[in-house]
């Protein structure tokens, strides 16, 4: 029977039919790079490497070894694997959630401090500014200010306390989501200039979380960009033939798109999707340092296409 | 008590009552669950109670497929292990002797597994693309069975390249998901393909079915080399 010679994640092996007759075990992952080495000792005095065939012998030594080596490997690759854009996906999925709860603690508010002040709620639209004048002023200030009597019942300042620290609640989420969004741009702006610079950092950022990685991102067509996020009407149409084809999906928010006429949308759409896709490869593919010329160049391009000014 | 008998696959028992059929293992780690199934002790011994919903070998068994030849101390390689369902299952039949080798490309559910096998020694979790083989090859050895529960379009090709790490003799179990093929076509169509796609790569079909009702457009196909 031939002897053989094998080498895997943590050892070399010289072999006869399925057993082993001599081993060279590695001291660590490192040492796998010497495998040349090991293996060129075992093969002056035997014969030849081992095919595709063979068979490792199940051992319960053995069994640990795999084990040991592999949670090591794969440890370190696990340390490796977080990369900015999933610093970008956490980001914006973050400001989403944010945007979700001050909406719908601001109606809370609202609906509460109404029992006290209901004039305040009609006078003010934004939310932002709402919580800050019930944090901050008291009823009776605020009066004056807008020259009314107010027909809010007269609560306790226990009462009135509990709302103010919900308004003040909502102006520090407020001010946690400009953060965020100041970081994302900060982060983005080494990552993919170009793309930040075409697409608004937002939507750059939903296009990313979109295709999870900017990788992905580089390798899609421009019409998968036109198109992403509107998953759920592009299979319809495929499906059905009736139902008739997206012409835009994330990047409707663009004010490119957005500002359109109605019948030019799908052609705004799809000329800033190419614009994209051109910005995102050269953010992917580039070599050496990075900036945002090609990103420029592309929102001029684009103006002259469109008409706009 | 309930009355659990061994099924044709050593190391799965099976429960037949009014309420349905449920499927066990006996529980490797003792009192600890894996996801939230349901823990039961049988004179001393525990059994976890394997999820036909869950997992797809779980919904194959409920619907009687051939025997998996799937035995205590074998290799196993599982490509698409996600955060461990299944493989806990798999873990616990093939016991303290066997090895199992979980092969995922994304880091995010790799991570539970990673932890899962800090308890059960017999689970070794890799990072890495189930389409270039070539890039772990050296890390696993030729196995006894071959899982593969992926979706992606490339399915069955991904389990032609890796049926070289199965021993002559050994089975393999492929779940094909018809909605990841193709979503225009319909999926018997798929799935008439995908026997055809085996059959040209001279793999010998043993078994096939559909996962109706556990799964939607889903499909298994156990092999033999």
Known sequence: ?309 | MKDLEETENPGIFIEDSKWGIKFWTKNLIKGKKVYDEKLINDEGTEYREWSTVKSKIGAALAKNICPLNLNEGDFVLYLGAASGTTVSHVSDVIGKKGLIFGIDIAPRVLRQLYFLAHDRKNIVPILADCNKPEEYDYRICKCDFLVQDIAQKAQVQIFLKNLKFLKTGGRGFLAIKARSIDVTKSPIKIFEMVKRQLEEAEVNIVDYMDLEPYEKDHCVFVVEK
């Open chain 1, 1 to 309: 029977m031939n002897k053989t010679v094998y080498t895997n994640i943590f050892g070399t092996f010289m072999l006869k039919g399925d057993k082993v007759i001599a081993k060279k075990l590695f001291k660590n992952l490192t040492d796998r790079k010497n495998k040349l080495k090991y293996e060129k000792e075992y093969l002056k005095k035997s014969v030849e490497k081992a095919d595709s065939d063979f068979v490792f012998p199940k051992d319960k030594t053995f069994n640990e070894l795999f084990y040991k080596f592999n949670m090591d490997k794969t440890k370190k690759d696990l340390i490796k694997s977080v990369r900015t854009d999933n610093l970008i996906n956490q980001a914006i999925n973050n400001i989403d959630d944010l945007n979700r709860v001050i909406n719908l603690l601001s109606k809370r508010l609202r609906e509460w401090y109404s029992l006290y002040f209901p004039e305040l709620d009609l006078k003010i639209d934004d939310n932002e500014a709402y919580a800050k004048i019930v944090s901050t002023k008291k009823r009776t200030t605020l009066e004056k200010e807008f020259g009314v009597r107010t027909i809010g019942s007269d609560l306790s300042t226990e009462d009135v306390n509990q709302m103010k620290s919900l308004a003040k609640e909502i102006s520090n989420l407020i001010k946690l989501r400009e953060e965020e969004k100041n970081y994302i741009e900060e982060i983005m702006s080494y990552h993919c200039p170009n793309l930040m610079e075409v697409a608004t950092t937002t939507i750059a950022a939903e296009l990313i979380e979109h295709a999870h990685t900017l990788e992905n991102l580089a390798e899609m067509t421009s019409s998968t960009i036109q198109l992403l996020g509107a998953e759920k009407a592009l299979f319809r149409h495929l499906k059905n033939k009736r139902a008739r084809c997206p012409k835009h999906g994330i990047i409707i928010n663009h004010p490119f798109v957005g500002t359109a006429k109605h019948k030019d949308k799908g052609k705004a759409a799809r000329h800033l999707a190419s614009a994209i896709s051109i910005a995102t490869k050269v953010d992917f593919f580039h070599e050496g340092t990075l900036d945002n010329k090609q990103g420029k160049l592309l929102v001029a391009k684009l103006k002259k296409q469109l008409n706009i000014k």
